[in-house]
């Protein structure tokens, strides 16, 4: 009969041996967690919750994996500042894209607290919001109230009066929009211009909110990505926001190169981005500008489906 010592000698190996299984499932550094292990995280977790460096870099001063070039800029969350947003009250913001790089929108990061309040755009600035972690209440021109919840969305034309109300912690990714009347006669990049919503004759947008689940799953002839577009594809609409989910190993077919400008959140998943001539590893909380005419592809590796929120302007002509 086993003796009283060799079963406890056998149930502390043992124990041991769950406890490092156990530890190793529960990392939150780099990739390395178990998700058959580890309790299911809310949508959009790792979005709002990002690796802020690989686990075997993280002590390294100075290391970042943004880069900033002339046609496109990878912002990682290690690089994010939070400052007061202008107007908006107990609220921090940290700006991602931004005309200063050459871009004719902004997209910027919105932390929310108990008692935030939004401030309005500026005068002829279209504005997107969508909700990454928590709840907010937008109230509208008309005064009715709605509960954005985590994968909901809200767009607010021009010039329409509104707020976001936030009675608990919340994030957002915003994008802001005007576009210039002429470029023709200021330098690449642009700096000092003034500008305007672009609005055709006959063809005005209206307020919009919905979340990505109930869009409709679009045909992508010649890809195997899914496609959901957020915005309606009418005239009055001068952007676009899509929601690209991938499998593991699927990649873009195209190797894009077209006059449209991309900002990128990726709000699952990793996988590799080619952006001109280099190639960059990238993960949840992400954010990517591509300029006009940047080659661009992307691949979904890992072990889960990559999910991007992706901005881009339709609908108008180039000149």
Known sequence: MQSFSAFLAKFIFLALILQSVVRFSFCQEGFCYSPSIL???PLYWKATNPTLSPSHLKDLPGFTRSVYKSDHALITPESHVFGPLPEWSNTLGAYLITPSMG?????YLVKMQEFSKSALPL????????????????TDASGAKH????DSY???PPNLKHSLDSSAAATLVVL???????????PFPVYDLVMVYNY???HASEQIIGSTSEQPL??????????RKLLPTSLAYDFNIHIMDFQPGEFLNVKEVHYNQHGLLLLEGQGIYRLGDSWYPVQAGDTIWMAPFVPQWYAALGKSKTRYLLYKDVNRNPL
């Open 39 to 41: 309790e299911e995280q």
């Open 103 to 107: 871009s004719h929108f902004a997209m």
């Open 123 to 138: 005068k002829d600035v279209e504005r997107f919001v969508f909700v990454l972690h928590g709840v907010v209440t937008l």
């Open 147 to 150: 509960n954005l919840e985590v």
């Open 154 to 156: 809200a767009y607010l």
């Open 176 to 186: 802001e929009r005007r576009f210039p009347l002429d470029l023709s006669p200021i």
């Open 200 to 202: 055709l004759e006959n």
């Open 218 to 227: 679009l045909e992508t002839p010649g890809e195997v990505f899914q496609l």
